[in-house]
Nanobody, 123 residues
């Protein structure tokens, strides 16, 4: 099992900045990727940004150039620096971790989630 604890949400004005942090604990295996998802009011949960153990990162188009993900693999932490907020960024942000396992039959993944932290963009 993996426990993910987030911090850093809150109320922010349009154009403002926030930093989310997440730390993973309780696992005895390697975490292959960590990142952030969000779920806005009336919307489905969507990927915001993810960091893979090979160093690659991936962002949803709407946050490119505004949000930056960083990860410390040894400390099992991931952070999301969010700048230039837009009203559509209002959402509950969830820390995510994935473990990949392999066998002769292929690969399967197990996903873990934090409890979520609210980010509200409002003037």
């Amino acid at each position: 099992q993996v426990q993910l604890v987030e911090s850093g949400g809150g109320l922010v004005q349009p154009g403002g900045s926030l930093r989310l942090s997440c730390v993973a604990s309780g696992n005895s295996f390697k975490i292959d990727r960590m990142g952030w998802y969000r779920q806005g009011p009336g919307k489905q949960r969507e990927l915001v940004a993810t960091s893979v153990s090979d160093g690659s990162t991936n962002y949803t188009d709407s946050v490119k150039g505004r949000f930056t993900i960083s990860r410390d693999i040894d400390k099992q932490t991931v952070a999301l620096q969010m700048n230039d907020f837009k009203p559509n960024d209002t959402a509950v942000y969830y820390c995510h971790a994935r473990r990949d396992q392999y066998s002769e039959y292929g690969r399967w993944s197990t996903d873990y989630w934090g409890q979520g932290t609210q980010v509200t963009v409002s003037s």
